[in-house]
């Protein structure tokens, strides 16, 4: 079997082990633990070989997973996707992706109790819409924190780009993307807004934000994720004037499937009072916030807007999308 130089770093709640095969198709995708230091806890991702192995590839994707947190059987459709646009096995990008697990989907999918970095423990009961409790402190989505420790999903992103800056392991690396779906789209649009976002000199990093149940806008009455009331210890030093100047010069391909218009219990639509106020579901609230950026029309610069035809909540449809690999590639 001919191995490309595609590694995909899964975001899928509930990894099982060190070294697992998970993959289908031609693509054996395996379970490793990543060191991201500072006495963090450890994170599994699902990569083709390790991160520390580099990759002579121009481009690198970090893949963040939606809410159930399993990308598994996109995987191999985004990957042959990248593969057959890149043209070369040289030009096919490295694929990255974490996982950030909520105790209840690692129950749930009888995953061990072994120390690894776990959110949401605020959230004491998930009996009604996971987004009408808990506190953005340990939200994965927005950058809380793991395990009441204090490094967060967005130190973990911080981490990983820490370790493409490294010449001698990336040395033709120019692009970065980080790209996500669904609560995936809410982790990178919150990560644009207030994530560190650098690699090093000469590496541009942008943003694929994909679906999400809402949007984060620029209004200081709203509580965080939907504004800019009371963010996470990672980002709550950050003035308003530092992320409006990180929403005007960080590029964000932002899309929506004309038909994910359907809310619970078909998709986990937030439907918290914030939420409602941006939409009736999730393509009215892609729209209206694209309505919303005319107010900012430096923000609004940096954004495009892409609207899947005929699409409803379906991942694996999008990500092959031409105009989204155009993205990836340009």
């Known amino acids: 079997m001919k191995r490309l130089t595609i590694v995909a770093l899964l975001v899928a709640v509930g990894a099982s082990g060190v070294a697992l095969a998970v993959a289908a198709d031609t693509v054996p995708f395996l379970r490793y633990s990543f060191d991201a230091g500072k006495d963090a806890p450890k994170l599994f991702y699902d990569a083709y070989r390790p991160i520390e192995s580099g990759s002579s590839a121009e481009v690198a994707i970090v893949l963040i997973h939606?809410?159930?947190?399993?990308v598994r059987t996109l995987l191999p459709i985004f990957t042959k996707a990248l593969s057959a646009r890149a043209g070369s096995e040289e030009r096919t990008p490295y694929v990255i992706?974490?996982?950030?697990?909520?105790r209840k989907t690692i129950a749930s999918n009888k995953e061990p109790e072994d120390g690894r970095a776990v959110w949401c423990?605020?959230?004491?009961?998930?009996?009604r819409h996971p987004d009408q409790m808990g506190s953005a402190s340990d939200d994965w989505r927005g950058g809380g924190d793991a395990n009441g420790t204090s490094f967060s999903s967005y130190d973990y992103i911080d981490a990983i780009f820490a370790k493409f800056a490294g010449r001698t392991k990336y040395p033709n690396l120019r692009?970065?993307?980080l790209a996500g779906f669904s609560a995936g789209g809410q982790f990178a649009g919150r990560y644009a807004a207030t994530g560190k976002g650098i690699v090093r000199d000469g590496v541009k990093v942008v943003y694929i934000a994909m679906s999400p149940s809402t949007e984060f806008r620029f209004d200081p009455d709203q509580p965080w994720l939907y504004g800019l009331k009371g963010r996470p210890r990672y980002s709550a030093a950050l003035t308003d004037d530092e992320i409006m100047k990180n929403l005007c010069s960080r590029r964000v391909w932002r899309g929506c499937g004309s038909l994910d218009?359907?809310?619970?219990?078909?998709?986990?639509?937030?439907?918290?009072?914030p939420a409602v106020a941006q939409g009736a579901n999730r393509y009215e609230r892609f729209r209206n916030f694209e309505r919303y950026l005319d107010k900012y029309p430096e923000w609004k610069k940096q954004v495009s807007f892409h609207v899947f035809e005929g699409i409803a909540h379906k991942e694996d449809l999008c990500y092959p999308d031409p105009a989204l690999l155009d993205f990836v590639f340009e």
């Open 97 to 102: 992706a974490p996982q950030f697990p909520r």
């Open 121 to 127: 423990d605020s959230w004491s009961s998930e009996a």
């Open 175 to 177: 692009k970065v993307v």
């Open 66 to 70: 939606g809410w159930g947190g399993h």
């Open 261 to 273: 218009i359907l809310g619970r219990p078909k998709t986990s639509l937030d439907m918290t009072p």
